[in-house]
């Protein structure tokens, strides 16, 4: 019988290793990546959701913003898309369909191959030989069927030489935004498994973060008070207030854990 040669303190440790974090040794899991990034994305969250607010509050004390075509149309739009949700189950095949043409489409863009692609009522998939994590979260953060629109109402403007009409550009917008916006709140709390590609709460800081840049945007393209370099402003000043907090507290913070050292 061969003697059992003593196991190296190296492997002891590598096998203590792979015994409490499950993984093999070398190999770093995209979860211990992704979730510090969601935490670092939570800054640029608190900022953006700041300066919109601020916008928002600008724009609603401008004289007749609320009232005006582009914000009434876009409200209407809105609640005719949501009462659509709630009513009219047909459209969710359709949702499903645009859900997956945009993991397709961000395919594409990356310069990946669609192998197949199925559609149905309650879900599909997309099997491809690329994949990132743009790829997986863009169907939550890009409004396939509102940038669609866009290019319809353009199309027509363009090709037709129709007059503008700004109430039909923003109902539309509204319409297929609150949608996208349903739509992406319901997939989420089915439990969707693109949300475990990065992990949940990173996926849902992008998330929030691309939805909220999308609505800022059109706020400030819609309002006659918000300019692009005042809203650049107000980001970096609310960017510059936050860190001075953040900063603020871990300094409170260390100074209450040296004391009791």
Known sequence: MAPKRPRSVKKTRQSLYSTLTGVEVGYVPKRWVKFPTGILLLLPCIVLTLSFYGAFLKSAAHGGFLLSEEVSGFAIGGLVGLLWFFSCTPLRLLYVMGHELTHALWVWIHGGRVHDFHV?????HVVTD??????????????FYTLCWVAAY???????GLQGFPGLLYFGL???WFLHLAYTVWMIQKGQPDLEYGGAFFSLTVIYLANLSFISALLV????SVS?????GDLLRNATEVSAVIVRVVEIIVQSLSRLV
């Open 120 to 124: 149905r009522e309650d879900g599909g």
């Open 130 to 143: 690329r994949t990132n994590t743009l790829i997986i979260l863009a169907p939550y953060f890009f409004p």
């Open 154 to 160: 353009g199309f027509a403007l363009f090709c037709f």
């Open 174 to 176: 509204g319409f297929t």
């Open 221 to 224: 393209i819609a309002s006659p």
């Open 228 to 232: 692009w370099i005042g809203f650049a």
